[in-house]
């Protein structure tokens, strides 16, 4: 504050001198009465704002410095925690994904075996019923063999009978006609 009434006060005669300007002229006293008004209301408008206004303005933005600090922290809190959020996440979804892959696996090897179980049930029911049918061609062969040899006779003995006009012995045309189907039957079997 001394300083600037000390610049005024060395400006005054630099001011004085100059005669081009008239709002320099301090040969007037309105000039001199404008000087000392200005630099008055200068002074105190300086020592207003810097002892009011300026601390005022430093508390706000003290305050909103604060402010912006709680909030950041606030902000990197919140991040922490989503960031461990997003890590559990992660790891859940990858445990969850394995437990599904394990489950899926134990499900294929569940119906694996029941398919095995019922393919083997399956041919079991189909060898039994194979053997079955075997059989039943066996027999149905053997009785087709066995009446073969009886159809064999009779036409035997309608042959022999027509040709010679006669009856045969019965037995002389049974023992051809058996020992015939004993020559062939390895090879019908």
Do not use: C
């Amino acid at each position: 504050m001394t300083r600037l009434l000390a610049a005024l006060l060395l400006l005054l005669p630099v001011a004085a001198r100059a005669e081009g300007m008239p709002q320099l002229d301090f040969s007037t006293p309105l000039t001199i009465s404008q000087v000392v008004w200005g630099a008055l209301i200068f002074i105190v408008l300086y020592i207003l704002t810097s002892r009011v206004a300026l601390p005022r303005v430093g508390s706000v933005l003290e305050e909103r410095a604060a402010h912006i600090g709680r909030d950041l922290e606030v902000a990197r809190v919140a991040k922490t925690e989503a960031d461990t959020a997003v890590a559990e996440l992660t790891r859940a979804t990858a445990e969850a994904h394995a437990g599904a892959q394990a489950q899926i696996a134990q499900a294929l090897e569940t119906a694996k075996a029941a398919a095995a179980e019922q393919a083997a049930q399956i041919n079991a029911r189909l060898d039994s019923q194979i053997a079955a049918a075997e059989q039943r061609i066996g027999a149905a062969r053997a009785a087709a063999l066995g009446a073969l040899g009886q159809v064999a006779a009779e036409t035997a003995h309608a042959v022999v009978d027509r040709l010679t006009g006669g009856a045969v012995e019965g037995g002389v045309v049974d023992r051809a006609v058996a020992a015939s189907l004993a020559q062939r039957r390895p090879s019908v079997a």
